[in-house]
């Protein structure tokens, strides 16, 4: 069992930069793809990036490439979303989610992640 925790969340204004970190618990974790998604106010849970168990692999949402990073530190158990100009369509409640075992190409699709977060709240003002 993997049990995640976020945090870094906050209120910025348009323009500015959050960092969001996961921390994470359970031998699995290093073996595990791990993935951000958000979810606004009545919208879906979307896909925002993923990283693969080695780092080596990463994806990433359009609406988010070129302002956002995913990176993951196996010996701390630790998963890192920087995002950088930061718009009001950011604005999200951001979940860390642990992939299932044996899951290979970086997946965008929720279902193919079995632990997740409690979120934290990211609210950009413009």
């Known amino acids: 069992q993997v049990q995640l925790v976020e945090s870094g969340g906050g209120l910025v204004q348009a323009g500015g930069s959050l960092r969001l970190s996961c921390a994470a618990s359970?031998?699995?974790?290093?073996?595990?793809?791990m993935g951000w998604f958000r979810q606004a106010p009545g919208k879906e849970r979307e896909f925002v990036a993923t990283?693969?168990?080695?780092?080596?692999?990463?994806l990433y949402a359009d609406s988010v490439k070129g302002r956002f990073t995913i990176s993951r530190d196996n010996v701390k158990s630790m998963v890192e979303l920087r995002m950088n100009s930061l718009e009001s369509d950011d604005t999200a409640v951001y979940y860390c989610?642990?992939?299932?075992?044996?899951?290979?190409?970086?997946?965008?699709?929720?279902?193919?992640?079995?632990?997740w977060g409690q979120g934290t709240q990211v609210t950009v003002s413009s």
């Open positions: 359970g031998r699995t974790f290093g073996s595990r793809q």
């Open positions: 989610a642990a992939g299932n075992l044996n899951l290979g190409s970086p997946s965008n699709n929720p279902q193919a992640y079995e632990y």
């Open positions: 990283i693969t168990w080695r780092g080596t692999t990463k």
